[in-house]
């Protein structure tokens, strides 16, 4: 046989020796997913139950969806695609009238794969109609602190960055971040329209000494220096709560009401690690789809690739009231609390590497 076709060898985790090793993580996973369910109930959350299978994935430049084809009883295919999170269909239940929703699924990311993350994870995100995004940031921290507790952690560890789940949570706006670790005046570089600019960010990453890389655009250097810079001192000692986001990097978010250059977005972090993702939800379906084409243009310059728009997804936003959303990294959460050091380790089964 020739080598091109031979079959890759079989993945690791089916054989008991590993399994063992696992197993005990994965038990505290399902007493996790147990207790955060109880939560949720507790709240008067509806469990929804959102397909994976969607005409748009979602129109974000920088993530990746797997593409399928559905074919129709006349034998016609039609491009589709598994979803990268659950957000335009519980955004249109919200429309049709549901009010506190929840989902617990799993959702698909291509190119990523890694300690932190998985091609196929799971996804816990849910939605307040007619509240503000601080209950869902409370929320959030509520259930982190439950994971801890149920696993009997009392301190999380990544990559030697203790965080204590239970203490109060550090509220830090991005601006506010990125003059304490980078030396940058963020918002000096937006206008008070919200648009951005390139070259003033890229003067301020020379004069605080961080090299510029050739590509200029703004939200290219905006994720080096939050990745680089920022983020592996968000969540050490306490939980970071990142907040206000410039507009630009929060396509599906609202403007904050009293500065138009920043949004109501925010994420959660724990010992230098993303785990929830929040919104102060926007709901004008004219700027909403907007965002989405100047999001799709982006995209294809970058990956020469766009995702069709979700119209129906955009119709429903007319009619779905104020309201709030998160989603958080269930497999993620696990991992601290259970002190896994890769998501393979709380993963059932996780997905076989290619050439592996």
């Given at each position: 046989m020739s080598a091109s076709f031979r079959s890759p060898p079989a993945s690791p985790w089916w054989t008991p020796s590993v399994h063992a090793d696992r197993r005990p993580a994965l038990i505290m996973r399902n007493r996790i997913e147990a207790a955060l369910r109880g939560y949720?109930?507790?709240?008067?959350?509806?469990?929804?139950?959102?397909?994976?299978?969607?005409?748009?994935?979602?129109?974000?430049?920088?993530?990746?969806?797997?593409?399928?084809?559905?074919?129709?009883?006349?034998?016609?295919?039609?491009?589709?695609?598994?979803?990268?999170?659950?957000?335009f269909s519980m955004k249109k239940l919200l429309a049709a009238g549901e009010t506190r929703i929840a989902s617990l699924g799993h959702v698909w990311r291509n190119r990523e794969r890694g300690a932190l993350h998985h091609p196929e994870f799971t996804m816990l995100?849910?939605?307040?109609?007619?509240?503000?995004?601080?209950?869902v940031m409370e929320d959030c921290i509520a259930m982190i602190r439950l994971a801890a507790q149920t696993a009997g952690?009392?301190?999380?560890?990544?990559?030697?960055?203790?965080?204590?789940?239970?203490?109060?949570?550090?509220?830090?706006?991005?601006?506010?971040?990125?003059?304490?670790?980078?030396?940058?005046?963020?918002?000096?570089?937006?206008?008070?329209?919200?648009?951005?600019d390139s070259a003033a960010l890229a003067g301020q990453m020379k004069a605080a000494g961080i090299a510029v890389p050739a590509e200029l655009d703004w939200s290219y250097l905006f994720t080096l220096i939050l990745t680089e810079r920022v983020e592996p001192h968000l969540g050490s000692g306490r939980i970071t709560i990142l907040d206000r986001y410039p507009a630009a990097e929060a396509a599906l978010a609202r403007r904050a009401a009293d500065d138009d250059r920043v949004a109501e977005r925010f994420e959660v972090y724990a010992s230098g690690i993303e785990l929830a993702n929040g919104f102060g939800e926007l709901t004008d379906p004219a700027e909403q789809r907007a965002r989405f084409l100047?999001?799709?243009?982006?995209?294809?310059?970058?990956?020469?690739?766009?995702?069709p728009l979700d119209e129906d997804f955009l119709a429903a936003l007319a009619v779905m009231p104020p309201a709030s959303g998160i989603?958080?990294?269930?497999?993620?959460?696990?991992?601290?609390?259970?002190?896994?050091?890769?998501?393979?380790?709380?993963?059932?089964?996780?997905?076989?590497?290619?050439g592996a």
């Amino acid at each position: 046989m020739s080598a091109s076709f031979r079959s890759p060898p079989a993945s690791p985790w089916w054989t008991p020796s590993v399994h063992a090793d696992r197993r005990p993580a994965l038990i505290m996973r399902n007493r996790i997913e147990a207790a955060l369910r109880g939560y949720l109930a507790g709240h008067d959350f509806l469990m929804v139950d959102p397909p994976g299978l969607q005409r748009s994935p979602g129109n974000e430049v920088h993530l990746h969806a797997f593409a399928t084809t559905t074919i129709g009883n006349d034998g016609v295919g039609h491009p589709y695609y598994l979803h990268t999170s659950p957000e335009f269909s519980m955004k249109k239940l919200l429309a049709a009238g549901e009010t506190r929703i929840a989902s617990l699924g799993h959702v698909w990311r291509n190119r990523e794969r890694g300690a932190l993350h998985h091609p196929e994870f799971t996804m816990l995100e849910w939605y307040r109609a007619g509240a503000p995004y601080e209950a869902v940031m409370e929320d959030c921290i509520a259930m982190i602190r439950l994971a801890a507790q149920t696993a009997g952690t009392t301190a999380f560890r990544w990559k030697g960055r203790d965080c204590d789940p239970q203490a109060e949570p550090e509220r830090l706006s991005v601006a506010e971040a990125f003059v304490r670790y980078a030396g940058i005046d963020l918002l000096a570089t937006i206008g008070t329209d919200g648009a951005t600019d390139s070259a003033a960010l890229a003067g301020q990453m020379k004069a605080a000494g961080i090299a510029v890389p050739a590509e200029l655009d703004w939200s290219y250097l905006f994720t080096l220096i939050l990745t680089e810079r920022v983020e592996p001192h968000l969540g050490s000692g306490r939980i970071t709560i990142l907040d206000r986001y410039p507009a630009a990097e929060a396509a599906l978010a609202r403007r904050a009401a009293d500065d138009d250059r920043v949004a109501e977005r925010f994420e959660v972090y724990a010992s230098g690690i993303e785990l929830a993702n929040g919104f102060g939800e926007l709901t004008d379906p004219a700027e909403q789809r907007a965002r989405f084409l100047a999001e799709m243009a982006e995209k294809e310059r970058l990956y020469n690739e766009r995702y069709p728009l979700d119209e129906d997804f955009l119709a429903a936003l007319a009619v779905m009231p104020p309201a709030s959303g998160i989603a958080m990294g269930f497999d993620r959460l696990v991992m601290l609390a259970t002190g896994a050091t890769r998501i393979e380790q709380v993963v059932w089964v996780p997905v076989a590497e290619a050439g592996a």
